[in-house]
Each structure stands twice: as C-alpha cells, then as structure tokens.
T-cell receptor, first 110, second 114 residues
Framework: GENVEQHPSTLSVQEGDSAVIKCTYSDSASNYFPWYKQELGKGPQLIIDIRSNVGEKKDQRIAVTLNKTAKHFSLHITETQPEDSAVYFCAASRNNRLAFGKGNQVVVIP | DAGVIQSPRHEVTEMGQEVTLRCKPISGHNSLFWYRQTMMRGLELLIYFNNNVPIDDSGMPEDRFSAKMPNASFSTLKIQPSEPRDSAVYFC????????????FGSGTRLTVV
C-alpha cells in the first residue's frame, strides 16, 4: 500500500517567516494529495489539496507543490502568524483511500 | 451542514467496560472512516465503509473492536471489553466517492480507559 513520509517532525519559525513541510510518497499511481491542519482538541481540517495533473496550487498564504517524478510534495506557508501553529498532516491517495503522514508540529514564535 | 458529528466528546471508563462511540457523517457522503490517533502511532485507519458496507477492517486491532453502519447517516465503533491501551482519540471522517474529495473529520472522541 501507499507509504507517506513527512519531514521534519517539528518546525519552529519566527512570526512573518516562511515554513515549508515536505512529504514523500511511494505509490506512483497516487493522484490526490491533500494537506490537513489539526489544532489542539480538534479534528484534522482540510486546508489545501492538489491533483496529479497540476504542479502547484496557491490559496492566499498557503501553497502546495507537487513533483510526480520525485514523488514528493510540499506545503508552503508564507508570512506565518501565531494562528498557523498546529500539526500539519499530508496524505496521498488514488482511490479515495488516504494514507497519512505522521504529522508535523509547526510552532510560530511571536 | 453541521459537518461530521461525533459523540461523546469525552469518555472515561473502567477497564473491562463496553464503550460505544457514535458518528453521523455528512449527508450525501457515502464513505465513512474510523481512525484512532495516538502520539506514538499517529492517525491509524481502523475501518472503512462504502455505501454502508465494510470494505476494509484490516486496521481493527483485535476482536474486541467492532464497527457497524446500519444506515447512511449513522455508524458506531464498539470496544468490548475496553483496556487501558485503547486510550486514544477516535475520529470519524466521511467523504464522497468522487475522486479528489478530501475527508471531513469530526471533532473526535477522547477515550480514557482507567
């Protein structure tokens, strides 16, 4: 089955700086790559996703890039704010079966 | 839409007791997933239903765990008997069959078995 690896496990950034989280996947047939944000005491929430026919997608301060050849995709958060502090999960799927990474703790330092 | 609704939000029970977790998926979604989240293992898929039928239960830890989906708007996850190592946050998520739709998660049930 699909195996998703996520790095780094913890990331601290100064408020206003950019944060980048990288994920790799193993199944070349995967075609859908969502990112989830989980705040303390809440369930994961979908924040952005990308499909395999697109290389980059942007939504305000967040963007996701996909490199199908290398089988990796990244989440970019620009102008980080304290409310961006959370755990971020990447996932990959090809038939509505998501395989999740283990999560990345992002801490934005005011 | 109220989103995916889980109950209870918190459950504290004694070892050996039966625990039932409940989930109401988003109306119109035909896939439902139960996940368990712990610090050590992250998000683990326990079972997956499609059109109310269990498709993959390979993630269910052992026979003490069972899940049902009697109709499109309700699912339960039961643990009997419960053990301290079952303590975790249990999430229910639903999605549409259309490829490319992300899952919508509920707020989770925090289970503590003492």
């Amino acid at each position: 089955g699909e195996n998703v690896e996520q790095h780094p496990s913890t990331l601290s950034v100064q408020e206003g700086d950019s944060a980048v989280i990288k994920c790799t996947y193993s199944d070349s047939a995967s075609n859908y790559f969502p990112w989830y944000k989980q705040e303390l005491g809440k369930g994961p929430q979908l924040i952005i996703d990308i499909r395999s026919n697109v290389g980059e997608k942007k939504d305000q301060r967040i963007a996701v890039t996909l490199n199908k050849t290398a089988k990796h995709f990244s989440l970019h958060i620009t102008e980080t704010q304290p409310e961006d502090s959370a755990v971020y999960f990447c996932a990959a799927s090809r038939n509505n079966r998501l395989a999740f990474g283990k999560g990345n703790q992002v801490v934005v330092i005011p | 839409d109220a989103g995916v609704i889980q109950s209870p939000r918190h459950e504290v029970t004694e070892m050996g007791q039966e625990v039932t977790l409940r989930c109401k998926p988003i109306s119109g979604h035909n896939s439902l997933f139960w996940y368990r989240q712990t610090m050590m293992r992250g998000l683990e898929l326990l079972i997956y239903f499609n059109n109310n039928v269990p498709i993959d239960d390979s993630g269910m830890p052992e026979d003490r765990f069972s899940a049902k989906m009697p109709n499109a708007s309700f699912s339960t996850l039961k643990i009997q008997p419960s053990e301290p190592r079952d303590s975790a946050v249990y999430f229910c998520a639903s999605s549409s069959d259309r490829v490319g739709y992300g899952y919508t998660f509920g707020s989770g049930t925090r289970l503590t078995v003492v």
